[in-house]
């Protein structure tokens, strides 16, 4: 079966959200997934559940935690180096039927990794793996190179009414 690459992006809710409902739907196709988060290094709610209960899934995070507010350490880029070469292998392997980039723009726009790696990625993908990539600001020469691109566009979000992020619905 071919794979696609999607990207989820834009400045609405539900980028995460979207790529794990994927995951979801590939475990219990029982396809292998790799989930790989960028720039995040807490445990979400969403890591939490696949460990619990999806065991054809694996996630690991490529993130000292969240910088979005400050600049970017010399311990993020690392971290998001090593989650690139980490992923290059992944994909290679073909270990995998789905692979995960979240948080993958948010990553090129603090430019803890290039471009130019993120497009030779999807171009040396073998045809059989799906690849998904999330985040704000998805760069135009990405956008080109997917095959299906959701842009996820804040109507209206509570959060400017001054609601603070809630565990199982924001994290």
Not at 24 to 51: C, H
Not at 55 to 61: D, H, I, L, N, S
Not at 73 to 81: F, K, L, P, R, Y
């Amino acid at each position: 079966m071919k794979g696609y690459v999607h990207i989820y992006t834009g400045n609405g809710k539900g980028k995460t959200t979207a790529a794990f409902g994927l995951a979801l739907r590939a475990s219990g196709a029982d396809k292998k997934v790799f989930i790989a988060q960028f720039v995040k290094g807490k445990t979400y709610s969403e890591i939490k559940a696949v460990q619990n209960y999806l065991p054809q899934a694996e996630v690991k995070q490529y993130g000292k935690g969240y910088f979005i507010k400050k600049k970017p350490t010399g311990a993020d880029i690392e971290a998001a180096q090593q989650g690139l070469n980490e992923i290059k292998a992944l994909v290679q392997s073909e270990s995998y039927d789905l692979i995960i980039l979240d948080e993958i723009f948010i990553a090129l726009h603090y430019k803890l990794i290039s471009v130019e790696a993120v497009r030779q990625l999807i171009t040396t993908k073998p045809a059989n793996l799906e690849l998904v990539l999330t985040g704000r600001y998805a760069p135009d020469e990405i956008i080109e190179l997917a095959d299906l691109v959701t842009e996820m566009k804040e109507v209206k979000h509570y959060y400017k009414k001054g609601v603070p992020a809630r565990k199982g619905i924001e994290f």
